[in-house]
Structures are given as C-alpha cells and as structure tokens.
C-alpha cells in the first residue's frame, strides 16, 4: 500500500533561520510522483513542486530546495532564510505515474508538518 | 489562472440535515477530487470522478455520496449530517494528461 509520512507534526523556527520538512513514502510502484503543497492560513493549497520517480537531481527554487532520494524513500524540502510568510502547514504526497486512460491522479498525502515561522 | 471555486468558506448544519458541497473548475479538467482534512490525519480522499457520472469511492466514502452530471461540476453530499463530519472539506481537479491538482479553497463545515 502507499504510504506518506511526515514525522515532524510542528516546527518552530526564527526568522533567517534554514528549515528542513522531513517526507518519507512507502510505494511498491516503480515509478511515480511525488509533491509538496503549501496550505497558508487562507487555507488553499497551493503547488510547490512535482517530482518525477525517475529524476533524482536535487532541485532549487529560490529560497527553496527539495533532496529526492529513492534510496532512502525520502523527498525532504528545505527553506533557506525562512520567512513569517513561509509560516503554513506543508505537505507532502505521493501519485502513480500518469498519463493512461485510466489513471486518475490520485494523491496521498502526509499528515502535514506546521511550521511557525517568528519574527 | 485556474479557477476551483467551492460554493460556501464557511457552513454551519444542524445534525440530521442534508448538506450539499458543491465544487466548480473552469480547466474542462477530467478528474475531481473530494477531500477532507483534519488535525493530524492530513488529507484524506472521500470521493474521485473521472469522468461525467462516474464515481470511485476513496478511503472514506462512508456517510457520503457524490454527483457529476456535468465536467466542471462535482458535488459532495451528506444525506444526513453527523458531528462526525465537522470538518474542512476540499475540492481538487486534475487532467489525465498531467499529474498534479489543483485546489479550492476549502469550506469549513461546522456540524452542531
């Protein structure tokens, strides 16, 4: 079964500080998607990135950085310089790969990581 | 820019009323999602379409039903509300041809 798991409920971090949200899954699938989706006070998810199972090159947005490894199951995001309007609750998800008639997309999602952000 | 957009933010219901969520994309997007999100339990999936008139159960399904009679339409309902649905609902929309949703902005539902 497909499993998502983010163990850190809640983080606290001072502004400037480097803030790292831990995601580990639990696939059979050999290919497939991962995601990480920001959920700000507002409450709308908003997309961050998407990962391909093939593609292990690290990516860097900005101040934000994701470290995909499949070795160890894990897709850890990472803010730099974190912000008080990095402050949401972030979560991870996992998909099967897309694109046949009978895919449907389906996500499953962590439990979410709170992270607070102080000034 | 994508547009989800979710009938209520807020609603309150009394127990043992029929409740009505409704969920409109304009991305003529194939696949439909209702989520529901609680403290520590995450995302979890109630209902998925992919199509006009189908439907998939998700992990979830019980004490719900669901209607798409048209694509950008999806319509979550509760034929007789529990305190055990306060919750906040979320609705998600995906096309076949790529990975990912995007989403509305919830309606949080307060049953008494």
């Known amino acids: 079964a497909q499993k998502v798991t983010q163990a850190q409920t809640e983080i606290s971090v001072v502004e400037k500080e480097d803030v790292t949200l831990d995601c580990v899954y639990e696939?059979?699938?050999?290919?497939?998607?991962l995601f990480w989706y920001k959920q700000p006070p507002s409450g709308e998810l908003v997309f961050l990135i998407r990962r391909n199972s093939f593609d292990e090159q690290n990516e860097i947005s900005g101040r934000y950085s994701w470290n995909f490894q499949k070795s160890t199951s894990s897709f850890n995001f990472t803010i730099t310089a974190s912000q008080v309007v990095d402050s949401a609750v972030y979560f991870c998800a996992l998909s099967d790969l897309e694109v046949s008639s009978s895919n449907t997309g389906k996500l499953i999602f962590g439990q979410g990581t709170t992270l607070q952000v102080k000034p | 820019d994508v547009k989800v957009t979710q009938s209520s933010r807020y609603l309150v219901k009394r127990t043992g009323e029929k409740v009505f969520l409704e969920c409109v994309q304009d991305m003529d997007h194939e696949n439909m999602f209702w989520y529901r999100q609680d403290p520590g339990l995450g995302l979890r999936l109630i209902y998925f379409?992919?199509?006009?008139?189908?439907?998939e159960k998700g992990d979830i399904p019980e004490g719900y039903s669901v209607s798409r009679e048209k694509k950008e339409r999806f319509s979550l309902i509760l034929e007789s509300a529990s305190t055990n649905q306060t919750s906040m609902y979320l609705c998600?929309?995906?096309?076949?041809?790529?990975?990912?949703?995007?989403f509305g902005p919830g309606t949080r539902l307060t049953v008494l």
């Open positions: 379409s992919y199509d006009v008139k189908m439907k």
């Open positions: 696939t059979r699938d050999t290919t497939y998607y």
């Open positions: 998600a929309h995906s096309s076949r041809q790529k990975t990912g949703q995007f």
